[in-house]
C-alpha cells in the first residue's frame, strides 16, 4: 500500500515565526488533504490539493504530484495554530508534526 | 447534517463486552470511512462504504470488528468481546464519492477495562 511519511516530527516556534510542514508519498496521487488535529481531536480540513498551490489567509499547500510530495506553509504563526497537523494521501494518513507556537 | 455526527462521544466497557459505535454522515455523502486513533498516533484506516458495500476491508483488525450501512447512510461499529488493546478513539468520515475530500466526524473515544 501506499506509504506516507511527514517530516518533521516535532516542531516549536515563537509566534510570529514561519514554517514549512513536509508530506512525502510513495505512489502516484489522486486524493490528497491536510488535516489540523485541535487539542479535542477533531480532524479540521485544511487543503484538499492533490495537485498545484492553494492559498487560504496564512496558510497555503503546495503538490508536486510528479515528485511525491505536498508542502504545507503556515506564515506568522500563532498559539492557536498549534496541534497536530496530518497529510493523508488516498485517506493513508502519515504520522504528523506535532506544532507547538509559543508567546 | 450540517456535519458527521458519531454517537456516543465517550464509551467505557467491561473487557469481553459488546459495543456499537454510530456514525451519521454528512447527508448526500456516498462514502463512508471509519478509523482508529491511538494515542500519538495518526488515525489508522479500517473500513471505506461506497453507498451500502464496504469496498474495502481490509483494515480490519480481526474477525471481532463489523461495520454495516445498510441504507447506505448511518453506518454501525460494531466490535465483540472487546479487548483492553481496543481502546482508541474511532474516527468517522464521509465524502461525496470515493476518496474525494474527506469530512471527519468528532469521534468516539472507546475505553475498555
Known amino acids: 500500500g501506499i506509504q506516507v511519511e511527514q517530516s518533521p516530527p516535532d516542531l516549536i516556534l515563537q509566534e510570529g515565526a514561519n514554517s514549512t510542514l513536509r508530506c512525502n508519498f510513495s505512489d502516484s496521487v489522486n486524493n490528497l488533504q491536510w488535516f489540523h488535529q485541535n487539542p479535542w481531536g477533531q480532524l479540521i480540513n485544511l487543503f484538499y490539493i492533490p495537485s498545484g498551490t492553494k492559498q487560504n489567509g496564512r496558510l497555503s499547500a503546495t503538490t508536486v504530484a510528479t515528485e511525491r510530495y505536498s508542502l504545507l506553509y503556515i506564515s506568522s504563526s500563532q498559539t492557536t495554530d498549534s496541534g497536530v497537523y496530518f497529510c493523508a494521501v488516498e485517506l493513508v494518513f502519515g504520522k504528523g508534526t506535532k506544532l507547538t507556537v509559543n508567546p | 447534517g450540517a456535519g458527521v455526527s458519531q454517537t456516543p462521544s465517550n464509551k467505557v466497557t467491561e473487557k469481553g463486552k459488546y459495543v456499537e459505535l454510530r456514525c451519521d454522515p454528512i447527508?448526500?455523502?456516498?462514502?463512508l470511512y471509519w478509523y482508529r486513533q491511538s494515542l500519538g498516533q495518526g488515525p489508522e484506516f479500517l473500513i471505506y462504504f461506497q453507498g451500502t458495500g464496504a469496498a474495502d476491508d481490509s483494515g480490519l483488525p480481526n474477525d471481532r470488528f463489523f461495520a454495516v450501512r445498510p441504507e447506505g447512510s448511518v453506518s454501525t461499529l460494531k466490535i465483540q468481546r472487546t479487548e483492553r488493546g481496543d481502546s482508541a478513539v474511532y474516527l468517522c468520515?464521509?465524502?461525496?464519492?470515493?476518496?474525494?475530500?474527506?469530512?471527519f466526524g468528532q469521534g468516539t473515544r472507546l475505553t475498555v477495562v
Open positions: 447527508s448526500g455523502h456516498t462514502a
Open positions: 468520515a464521509s465524502s461525496w464519492g470515493g476518496l474525494t475530500e474527506a469530512f
